[in-house]
């Protein structure tokens, strides 16, 4: 009977577990993100100094140079664990774990190179 019950326990608790949503982010990661590091294929990379990302609602404001105009406002889809480009071509940024608090880690590859950007909440 113990080993029914465990059993059954057990079957209970997976099920739970496959049927949890991915959590949304998109609140964790309204407003305004300041660049403090940042790597290209492992390699650390001053030139973006001053990068910035402001995310509102379905919206991000940003300098980082994924387009020609600088700064731009361009609409972005928050699902789960990544943020994506609503443009072309599109970019998917991946939100690492994170409090969201103060610090925001973002990773994504952007013409055949990998960038991880470190960001701090900015004012």
Sequence with gaps: MKKISG???LIGLIAACAGEPK???????QGKWELYSAERDGKDIPTLEGVFFRFNDDQMESNFPIQSKLPYTIKVAVEGETIKTL???ETVFNIMPEDYKDTLQLSANIRNSEFVLLLRRGE
């Design 7 to 9: 059993l059954l326990l």
């Design 87 to 89: 443009n072309t071509p």
């Design 23 to 29: 959590k949304d982010h998109k609140q964790d990661i």
